[in-house]
């Protein structure tokens, strides 16, 4: 029995001949954090750890090719047969191609139940990917503990084409530097009441009685035509059948039957005086009219002048215009097209590597701002992210953002990663202890420090005593 204690006393000193005590803790240490990481507790033994979405396990026995059937995306997969004696049993490989609220693409009827094939999810994207939803979170913020398989890839490689989305905005109103393009037409279409003279008409006057009489007249600027033997005659606001009558009347005193016909040979000259301002045939193209919105909020148009259009979308803008457009002229139309969009600017600034300002060309959150900016340095206050904004009436607002979580990874669902408006200002902060490394760089770095250099003495001295 005395042999035993020795035996074991040898053991001890070979195991300590090869690894001493220490080593043994790291070794212990280092597989805790293998079975911590899912490297072997879970990975290593066929399990998933959490970071794993998808693994194909072994098939059944029982299960082989089975029948064949063609899913709705165009693949062709195999339904599982059915085990002898046995309840029917999905094939583990079609069960981790499907996703939550697939439609079944083909059943295959058994003789104690029916098997459902969910829709392959292609060979471009061919398993699921494990998120979340955060919409789902009405209750509260969601962690990664709650992610389920979802229709993460469904253009699989086209989804950077994918994905039509939601409209930014239900109506777009104008603001100040938006430019927009007024197209006319004219409508020819018919007038409801009798077209009545303007001046610069053109008409043309016969007599069947005195080819004396007969001429080409302009209606003069004051309104009149001139006629021989009666002079002056009224034509603006008068229709063709009033200005003949008008005429006739008057020849009577010279003429027994004056017989006069007008005839008009040029109308609508103010319209074509319009179409003359907004003729861009030998520039743009077409009939058109280039305006940008001023600060005061207003555009200026050929015989329309100043019109306030802040504030409006294009459709109250072509009813406000036609309006205002009928009143002088007939037959014309009038269109709005907003060409170019005034800009719109972010700032970030504070802890990050290229502050500045920043064009929004498309929604644009804070996280996605402080990357614009090439993201935040080390020190930068992540906890404390602050967003000013003015309000419709220029008021100051300011909220303060937790970002850290999220930049980190740790809050996939974050209530802090709020959309930004324009002229947004982003400002990261310094953190505590980078606030502290400048007031001690100040005071003693540049300010006793740079007054009396004790580094060169202290040094010096530390050198000989070394040397000593």
């Not at 059944?60 to 599982?80: E, F, K």
């Not at 003949?244 to 109308?267: G, S």
């Not at 520039?283 to 009219?289: D, H, I, L, P, T």
């Not at 490394?437 to 005593?465: C, E, H, K, M, W």
Request: charged share 20%.
């Amino acid at each position: 029995m005395a042999i035993l204690p020795k035996a074991v006393e040898r053991m001890n000193d070979a195991r300590n001949k090869l690894l001493p005590s220490h080593c043994w803790l790291c070794l212990a240490a280092a597989l805790l954090i293998a079975v911590a990481c899912g490297g072997w507790g879970r990975a290593g033994r066929g399990g998933l750890s959490k970071y794993q979405t998808h693994r194909r396990p072994a098939m059944p026995r029982c299960l082989n090719r089975g029948i064949a059937a063609t899913t709705s995306c165009g693949r062709t997969s195999y339904a599982p047969r059915l085990c002898p004696s046995h309840r029917p049993v999905r094939s583990p490989v079609i069960e981790h191609g499907c996703l939550a609220g697939e439609p079944p693409s083909a059943r295959v009827s058994g003789s104690n139940a029916e098997i459902s094939l969910c829709q392959a999810l292609g060979p471009a994207a061919p398993y699921p990917i494990k998120g979340l939803d955060c919409a789902t979170g009405a209750c509260g913020e969601l962690g990664w503990g709650a992610a389920r398989p979802i229709a993460w890839q469904r253009f699989a490689q086209g989804e950077y084409v994918g994905h039509e989305r939601l409209r930014h905005v239900d109506n777009y109103r104008l603001r100040v530097d938006d430019e927009l393009e007024f197209v006319f037409r004219l409508t020819r279409t018919e007038t409801a009441r009798p077209y009545q003279l303007n001046v610069g008409d053109e008409l043309r006057i016969e007599s069947l009685s005195d080819p004396i009489l007969n001429r080409d007249l302009v209606v003069q600027p004051d309104g009149n035509i001139t006629m021989p033997l009666i002079n002056e005659v009224r034509a603006t606001h008068h229709t063709i059948v009033q200005l003949r009558a008008e005429i006739d009347r008057r020849l009577r005193q010279f003429y027994k039957e004056p017989a006069i016909t007008v005839t008009p040979v040029r109308l609508n000259t103010r319209l074509e005086d319009l179409r003359a301002t907004s003729d861009a045939r030998f520039g743009f193209g077409g009939q058109s009219r280039r305006a940008r919105v001023t600060p005061e909020g207003t555009i200026q148009l050929p015989a329309l002048g100043s019109v306030p259009v802040q504030g409006l979308t294009l459709m109250e803008v072509r009813r406000e215009l036609t309006e205002r457009l009928g009143r002088r002229f007939e037959g014309m139309e009038i269109t709005p097209v907003l060409t170019t969009r005034a800009p719109r600017y972010i700032y970030v600034l504070g802890e990050v590597r290229t502050p500045g300002r920043y064009e929004l060309v498309g929604p644009t959150t804070a996280m996605q701002a402080i990357s614009m900016a090439g993201s935040w340095v080390y020190g930068g206050n992540l906890w404390n992210v602050v967003v000013f904004r003015r309000g419709d009436d220029w008021r100051l607002l300011a909220t303060k953002l937790d970002l850290r979580g999220p930049l980190y990874g740790k809050r996939p669902c974050p209530a802090d990663e709020i959309w930004l408006n324009d002229s947004d200002i982003v400002l990261v902060p310094k953190s505590g202890i980078l606030v502290a490394d400048n007031i001690i760089s100040l005071i003693f770095t540049q300010g006793l420090y740079g007054i009396a250099p004790f580094s060169t003495a202290t040094t010096f001295s530390v050198t000989r005593f070394g040397a000593l």
